[in-house]
């Protein structure tokens, strides 16, 4: 397992290239040389095959999001809960748009992405996983149970559990492991529109957490959204980060 005294760790970019630079602009000046990603890099955005190029060309340790599953195998359901049939009939066209317009490179690229990754900072083991480590689409929300967590903490051999999938940024210790969700790149849903990405130092008797956010031209990214025909709701979503 590798070790390293810092590492970068983002997730949920969304198809939002902007974005994404503008995180590895501020992973490379905060001079962090280990960049891991947890997943989705396409759905929602105007660039997927731009985005998993850029992934690729860095060659950063990756894993599949539930997104990414779904495109890359040319799957019509990319496993998202939807709270009404509104949000239901937009996600499907976000599907079939991504579909369309990612192209057959980025596709192989993303069937080749692992389920997880495993690393160490410091003393600590760490686990990288996109929605939990029993589903890619589970959502670990920071209010559900906390019996979920105990059983989650129980089951895992790493001190630290790395996530996204919500797009909302936390970290609580719960039954012995450090839960700390990455947030997300392109697609963040807590209010605060700028790119965000998660950082880990190596500490003497812990793991320092370190919640980055970036700024970018969303506004720009929005119209590009609507350009292409994806829904304006979308556009809307991403300025207001809801």
Not at 6 to 28: C, E, G, Q, T
Not at 176 to 196: M, T, W
Request: net charge negative; hydrophobic share 40%; charged share 25%.
């Amino acid at each position: 397992m590798t070790g390293h005294e810092r590492v970068a760790i983002f997730s949920d970019v969304h198809a939002n290239l902007p974005a994404l630079r503008a995180v590895l602009d501020d992973i490379d000046a905060a001079g962090i040389g280990a960049v891991y990603c947890g997943g989705d890099l396409v759905g929602y955005g105007p660039h997927p095959s731009e985005v998993c190029a850029l992934v690729a060309e860095r060659e950063i340790p990756t894993i599949y999001g539930n997104y990414d599953h779904a495109i890359a195998r040319d799957e019509h359901d990319c496993g998202c809960a939807y709270v009404t049939q509104h949000d239901r009939e937009l996600g499907q066209r976000s599907v079939q748009w991504t579909l369309v317009n990612t192209d057959r490179r980025s596709k192989a690229f993303m069937r080749g992405l692992p389920f997880d990754l495993r690393f160490s900072v410091g003393g600590a083991d760490v686990h990288l996983v996109h929605g939990s480590p029993r589903k890619v689409n589970e959502y670990l929300f920071e209010d559900k149970p906390l019996s979920l967590y105990e059983r989650l903490a129980r089951a895992e051999e790493a001190n630290v559990l790395v996530f996204g999938h919500t797009h909302k940024p936390w970290r609580d210790v719960r039954g012995d492991v450090l839960f700390v969700n990455s947030g997300s790149v392109g697609k963040p849903k807590d209010g605060d529109p700028r790119a965000g990405w998660l950082e880990l130092r190596a500490a003497p008797t812990y793991v320092e957490v370190v919640m980055h956010r970036v700024e970018y031209d969303a506004d720009g990214v929005a119209a590009e959204v609507r350009a292409a025909g994806l829904p304006a709701e979308f556009a809307d979503k991403l300025v207001l980060a809801v």
